[in-house]
């Protein structure tokens, strides 16, 4: 079988890593950048493909119908930028593609066009764009609307979005800068155009004035759970965030799904490398993983008030005033659509508890060695194209798996042991 791609998605973003949880990073200073930029050099060596940095931007206050639980536990708050932390991540790798979370909803587009070119030159070519549309009312708010638009509708939006901010990307050829001295010329203006896009949703003149970037525009990066958000990631994305699977099954009807879009749309799936999240912990001996089992699911039951705090902020549902022990009525929502496959996931008659103490994710607990053979065997299976390691930042959790499990997945020859592009597209396009 060929290689398969190993990235990080941070999925608590640019916040307090863990904190009050065991293995919190004491060593650092939360406010600063040094734990993200320890964590990147580290997933360099391993010859990580990318780095991916969730991001919202609000205090959420729906759990409690306050703020309260959120602020005195540390959950969804406090973020900072990813954009502002990108240029720290990028003065100390060279190889390692850095995705931020930029949200379609709430960036003007010539901003964000001009914000991911820029960033895109001073890194030599290693940026990605994950897409979001923000899912949370609060987080509107913040920027002066009312509420978030509907799901569907923010998806049609952004697809818009990413037609004009592709076409400012486009609006300076590749060879528009031509520093010609003796003849006085910097750029060639017949090689840089207006735009004048005119949409249902947005328009710009153009054209950008930032000359086209090393990749011309930055990697693609997009999660789609649901049904809509699928066909979103088939027509855009280069790299699917798919989170969430709970078996091998999933994972298949998940990728080929997303590569169904994709040619339905005219693109080529193998250009689109679906990476479904992973929590892997490595241990030492069955014996190990069999305690470690045991404790998480101890902690699932102890922690389950931080879990309905996270579902109520994904759902815009106050979990608090539901009983814990009564089957789960049916629940629409216009936010965080995965989680609705979570409740459905769990049964008909599953309580609240049920479903707050399952195991959510596919998951892998095991010494190097069997993590290895599982993840080959997920990847042959599914016809899959690799995976992210989610979660927080702790020292002693990343080295486990960069210098834990990753040596052996590089022995049994299923991840990369060099970089050989020049951009993050030409590794990411290299198997």
Do not use: C
């Amino acid at each position: 079988m060929s290689k398969f791609h190993l990235g990080w998605f941070l999925g608590p973003g640019t916040t307090i890593q863990g904190w009050n949880e065991p293995g919190f990073p004491h060593g650092y200073d939360w406010t600063k950048p040094a734990l993200f930029q320890d964590a990147a050099r580290a997933l360099e060596r391993a010859f990580f493909d990318v780095f991916i940095i969730e991001d919202s931007s609000t205090v959420p206050d729906t759990y409690g119908a306050s703020m309260d639980f959120y602020l005195k536990n540390a959950i969804m708050t406090p973020k900072f930028d990813p954009a502002a932390l990108t240029p720290y991540l990028a003065a100390v790798t060279s190889n390692l593609g850095i995705v931020p979370t930029l949200t379609s909803t709430f960036y003007p587009p010539y901003l964000l066009a001009r914000l991911v070119s820029t960033l895109d030159h001073f890194s030599s070519g290693r940026i990605g764009w994950n897409i979001v549309t923000a899912a949370n009312d609060r987080a509107g708010q913040n920027y002066g609307l009312p509420a978030q638009p509907e799901h569907d509708l923010r998806y049609d939006m952004a697809d818009e979005y990413i037609d004009l901010v592709s076409q400012l990307w486009e609006a300076w050829d590749a060879d528009a800068v031509v520093l010609d001295e003796a003849n006085h010329v910097f750029a060639d203006p017949s090689k840089v155009r207006p735009i004048n896009f005119e949409g249902r949703f947005y328009k710009s003149r153009g054209p950008l004035n930032v000359p086209r970037s090393p990749q011309g525009k930055p990697v693609f990066v997009a999660p789609g759970a649901s049904p809509r958000g699928r066909r979103f990631s088939g027509r855009n994305a280069e790299i699917v965030l798919a989170g969430h699977a709970e078996d091998v099954e999933a994972m298949k009807d998940y990728r080929d799904e997303v590569h169904r879009h994709a040619r339905e749309y005219g693109r080529d799936p193998s250009g689109v490398k679906v990476l479904f999240t992973l929590s892997p912990f490595v241990v030492g001996s069955k014996r190990e993983a069999e305690e470690l089992k045991e404790q998480q699911a101890r902690a699932r039951h102890a922690n389950i008030e931080r879990t309905l705090a996270s579902y109520s902020y994904q759902s815009g549902i106050d979990f608090s005033k539901m009983d814990l022990d009564t089957p789960l009525p049916e629940i629409k929502i216009n936010g965080v659509q995965s989680l609705l496959r979570t409740f459905a996931n769990a049964g008909p008659g599953a309580t609240l508890r049920d479903i707050a103490t399952r195991v959510r994710t596919f998951t892998v607990i095991g010494t190097p060695d069997s993590i290895a053979e599982e993840l080959r065997n997920v990847i042959e299976e599914v016809g899959g194209d690799g995976f992210l390691i989610a979660g927080h930042i702790k020292p002693r959790y990343l080295l486990s798996i960069t210098e834990g499990l990753v040596p052996t997945l590089q022995k049994r020859g299923l991840t990369r042991t060099e970089y050989g592009g020049a951009t993050l597209r030409d590794n990411l396009l290299a198997f």
